[in-house]
């Protein structure tokens, strides 16, 4: 088969490597039919994510049909729809058992792209079927699905969740990029009274009102703590989001929350950010930190039933898998292409 194999950083390339096969009775093999590039795998891309070895093949997230099962797997057979999470789990250890999945110590969490195989390729080879992969209802498309291999459960879980989203409450969102976009979207299913997103980029923050943001802050131009504080009788925002990833926008949420409010960071951070204690003391502010677990897939995939949650619309480019060299430039070019969401399909 065909795989998009990581060399080590800044390289990569669409290779032929021996097809994926069952080797413990707990796997299965998928067929990827539709697949899709995370600013993650930049990060891995870029050498920020030492632990991935060169000859991984890259990718997280996928829908794809079961070509073969392990002895072991009872509740998947070859045909099945699934939707391949970027988080596994091996359903035994005492976190899976709590449906923390994204903490696993038995194999599973983020392992592929990651610690084993990803999903960028013709084929997988993917453990704990039975525990980690969705079944796809038939009325259900793969584009309507992909996204709750990642974006969406994050931005729901550490954004919305932690964040503890309320009917009425001010949300203010930092960082307007797919998971700030997800955080929107998932917000809204609590109807909170104004959803406030800031970022650098206009071309971003026009999408956050596309996605149902009700107000937009170029914080490059624009004071965003005044902005925030003028929207809230001085208060500020009952809930803030980190979703970027920097010290200054992670500080940023500690100052537009309010007292007694919920910072929730969902962004990925590679350098120290400041807590400031010295003023936050007094504010019974709630920080929450998280890696995705995914134990809200089912509740996600519910709401695409009912018609609730749409997020095929995060597909701005489609790109045949062979061309993925090709998805990997127009996605890392973001700013100039306006890449949210790649599909890549069969
Ligand atoms: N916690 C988890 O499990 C988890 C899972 C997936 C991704 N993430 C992380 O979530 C973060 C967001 O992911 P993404 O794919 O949306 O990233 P992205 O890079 O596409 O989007 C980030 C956005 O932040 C904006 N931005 C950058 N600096 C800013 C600043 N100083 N002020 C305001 N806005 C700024 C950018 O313009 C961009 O629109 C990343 O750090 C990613 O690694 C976390
Ligand atoms: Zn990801
Ligand atoms: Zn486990």
């Not at 498309?141 to 309320?166: K, M, Y």
């Not at 950010?273 to 677990?293: C, F, Q, S, Y």
Request: hydrophobic residues 45%; charged residues 20%; proline residues 5%.
């Amino acid at each position: 088969m065909k795989a998009l194999i990581y060399h080590g950083p800044g390289q990569r390339s669409w290779d032929e490597v021996p097809d994926p096969v069952i080797v413990d009775p707990t796997d299965a093999v998928v067929r990827i039919d539709s697949s899709t590039i995370c600013g993650t795998d930049l990060h891995i891309l870029k050498g920020d994510v030492p632990e991935v070895k060169p000859g991984t093949i890259l990718g997280h997230e996928a829908v794809g049909t079961v070509t073969a099962v392990g002895a072991a797997v009872t509740t998947l057979a070859e045909g099945d729809r699934v939707l391949v999470s970027c988080i596994s789990s091996c359903g035994r250890c005492r976190f899976c058992k709590e449906a923390r999945y994204g903490l696993c110590t038995g194999g599973g969490g983020w392992v592929f792209g990651h610690l084993i195989d990803g999903l960028q390729a013709e084929y997988a080879r993917v453990p704990f079927a039975d525990t980690s992969v969705y079944k796809v209802p038939d009325e259900l498309s793969d584009e309507q699905v992909l996204f709750l291999a990642d974006i969406l459960p994050t931005a729901f879980e550490c954004g919305v969740l932690n964040g503890r989203v309320e009917p009425g409450d001010t949300v203010a969102i930092v960082g307007a990029g797919p998971i700030g976009l997800a955080a929107i979207m998932t917000a809204k299913l609590f109807t909170p009274g104004k959803i406030v997103a800031i970022d650098l980029a206009d071309a971003r923050l026009d999408k956050a009102l596309e996605f149902g943001a009700d107000v937009v802050i170029n914080n490059g131009r624009e004071d965003a703590l005044a902005r925030v504080l003028e929207l809230t009788d001085g208060l500020g925002a009952d809930v803030a989001i980190e979703a970027v990833g920097v010290a200054d926008t992670f500080e940023m949420c500690t100052r537009l929350v309010r007292p007694g409010g919920h910072v929730a960071n969902v962004g990925v951070h590679g350098k120290p950010a400041m807590l400031h204690l010295e003023d936050l003391w007094t504010r019974n502010v709630t920080i929450t930190t998280g890696l995705v677990d995914t134990w809200s897939t089912p509740t996600l995939l519910k709401l695409l039933r009912t018609g609730q949650l749409a997020p095929q619309k995060f597909i701005t480019h489609r790109f045949a898998l062979d061309r993925v060299i090709d998805a990997y430039d127009v996605f890392s070019r973001a700013g100039d292409t306006g890449a949210l969401k790649i599909l890549l399909h069969k």
